[in-house]
């Protein structure tokens, strides 16, 4: 009896997560979406005024805004109740958005390997490594916020 009580608990903290990971990848999709927008917004109206470079720069605080507001709406909903969960979404979120960077940055508009690597770089002034920590975060940082966790 006590091994079925085991085994009914492993399956629902499965099925937990299976939900977690599930609903994790539909707020992306809406956080991919929103950054794609962004970017285009960016592009339209930020480049011109700045240059791309700059504009790339303030784009990195304001995503990460948008990244975070998405959260702070979608969190209480993803359902995660530990640490491990939340962290877990977040590195989805990460691994997700760094394949769309690269499949966007190389096939959609033709940036070579360097292109790609100066935008994580310090040195040459690429900050989407700070976006991309905040992404990785966001989840356990709302969930903490909310005291969700």
Known sequence: MANSVGVCYKWASELNMTTVLFKACLIWLIIAAAEVLHGILRVRLLNRRVGDHRAR????????????????????????????????????????????????????????????????????????????????????LVAKLRGLV
Do not use: N
């Open 57 to 140: 720069q303030i784009g990195v605080f304001t995503g990460s805004g948008i990244i975070l507001a998405i959260a702070w709406f979608s969190v209480p909903w993803l359902g995660a109740s530990t640490t491990g969960q939340l962290l877990g979404a977040g590195f989805l979120w990460l691994t997700l958005m760094l394949a769309l960077e690269v499949v966007f940055g190389r096939l959609v508009f033709r940036a070579s390997w360097q292109r790609l690597a100066a935008e994580f770089d310090f040195r040459k002034g690429g900050l989407l490594s700070i976006g991309m920590a905040v992404l990785l975060f966001a989840p356990l």
